[in-house]
């Protein structure tokens, strides 16, 4: 997970825009998950799909949103903060550009996926940034809090806007909104935010431990679909449970191998040994 050099200084000018910067990334992770909710109904209308398999439009944003956090904390500590938080808005607004676009329920699936991955870098790296932008004490706390109230109103904002958005303009609105929020955010936050290196020498990203984690997770909850769908003797249900179970284990593997590895599981003394 990101974590913040001890010699992080806090930025003197532009400190509130900053703030303003990490809170609206932030919100719109979490929005788009309660925004997208409201117009399943219209989408699974669309393309003629069951109500379970809609469910994905909102499961793949957040399985890849899980999956990948650690490996962007580790990035943002690798690489630097500012790098993976805005390639994390780049590659949200793409996604969303494209999901928008999408011409089948695949492709929306897909790229809902890759919004998930993009909300996992700047989520991540915008908690980093926020931990050094203010100093410990009342300062952060006050900002802490603002910070958790604006963020945990998303969800109510949301369905608000989700609904406005699907009735007066369709579905495809809720994913094109994210791109001017985006451009925006991304042409302030290269221009403001504080220009910081990588603290961790020497370290790699830990790209199969992530793929496979997330992988697993996917086809493990894909089976579980098709269980209420086709029961469990249907080999839509115990392939992908199985191939779950063969991807996980290789995530586990690659973990014990990994001289970084995103889940340690070997103790500090056991890996001096």
Not at 11 to 33: E, K, Y
Not at 103 to 118: K, N
Not at 173 to 188: R, S, W
Not at 239 to 248: E, R, T
Request: proline residues 4%.
């Amino acid at each position: 997970m990101a974590q913040v050099p001890s010699d992080a200084v806090r930025p003197n000018a532009h400190v509130r825009l900053i703030f303003g910067l990490i809170v609206a990334a932030s919100f719109l992770d979490i929005i788009d998950f309660s925004i997208v909710q409201v117009a399943l109904p219209t989408i699974q209308n669309q393309f003629l799909v069951s109500l379970a398999d809609a469910q994905w439009i909102i499961g793949a944003y957040g399985i890849t949103l899980a999956g990948f956090l650690m490996l962007s904390g580790r990035a943002g500590d690798i690489y630097g903060q500012k790098k993976i938080f805005i390639g994390g808005i780049v590659i949200f607004t793409i996604a969303s550009f494209a999901a928008g676009l999408a011409p089948t329920f695949l492709t929306l699936i897909v790229f809902r996926s890759v919004q998930g991955i993009g909300a996992a870098m700047s989520t991540v790296t915008a908690f980093a940034i926020f931990i050094a932008l203010f100093r410990e004490g009342k300062e952060r706390n006050r900002y802490t809090g603002i910070f958790i109230a604006v963020v945990s109103a998303g969800f109510a904002v949301g369905s608000v806007a989700g609904g406005i958005l699907t009735t007066l303009f369709g579905w495809r609105a809720v994913m094109f909104v994210n791109i001017p929020i985006g451009v925006v955010a991304i042409a302030l936050s290269q221009k403001f935010l504080p220009n910081s290196g990588g603290w961790l020498r020497d370290q790699r990203l830990d790209l199969p431990g992530a793929v496979t984690v997330t992988g697993g997770l996917m086809l493990l909850v894909y089976g579980l679909t098709n269980v209420a769908n086709v029961g469990f003797g249907a080999m839509e249900t115990y392939l992908p449970l199985g191939l779950s179970a063969v991807v996980l284990v290789t995530f586990i593997a690659i973990e014990w191998r990994s001289k970084s590895p995103l889940l340690p599981l070997c103790s500090s003394g056991e890996d001096q040994s």
